[in-house]
């Protein structure tokens, strides 16, 4: 689960991201929405400002936030977002298959070869997903 809280559209929104194994409902979105009416309005959370409560799923393309989300993703064809392009390159995104990663390093195969990346370098990493 993960939470925002920012402006759209020129309204403020508490967006609250739930997801599990086998994917997210319209339903799983309305359960989500109407548990958490009670306990927000109780808690006030924005100080008496008006928000708009919004339960959703995070998308094909969420970036990975946790170690989890990474071992579910080893294997798999991935984005690299760098802050700035690795030494030798012009390139600040890498696409290839996630092999692994560590409290330091992230290791992406781009055809046969491995690049390891240092994990301050990368913005974000995410699933590549094809149209």
Request: glycine residues 6%; contains cysteine.
């Amino acid at each position: 689960m993960d939470i925002e809280y920012k402006t759209l559209y020129g309204d403020k929104h508490l967006i609250v991201y739930i997801a599990n194994e086998t994917g997210v409902t319209l339903d799983d979105c309305e359960k989500v929405s109407n548990a958490l009416d009670a306990p927000l309005d109780e808690l006030d959370p924005t100080l008496n400002a008006p928000y708009c409560l919004d339960v959703s799923s995070p998308g094909l393309d969420r970036p990975f936030k946790t170690q989890r989300d990474f071992e579910r993703n080893y294997g798999k064809k991935v984005e690299v977002k760098l802050f700035a392009p690795l030494p030798g390159t012009k390139e600040k995104l890498i696409v290839g298959e996630l092999m692994s990663r560590t409290d330091g390093i992230t290791q992406v195969s781009c055809g046969d070869k491995p690049i390891d990346i240092d994990n301050k370098l990368i913005a974000l990493v995410r699933p590549h997903v094809e149209f």
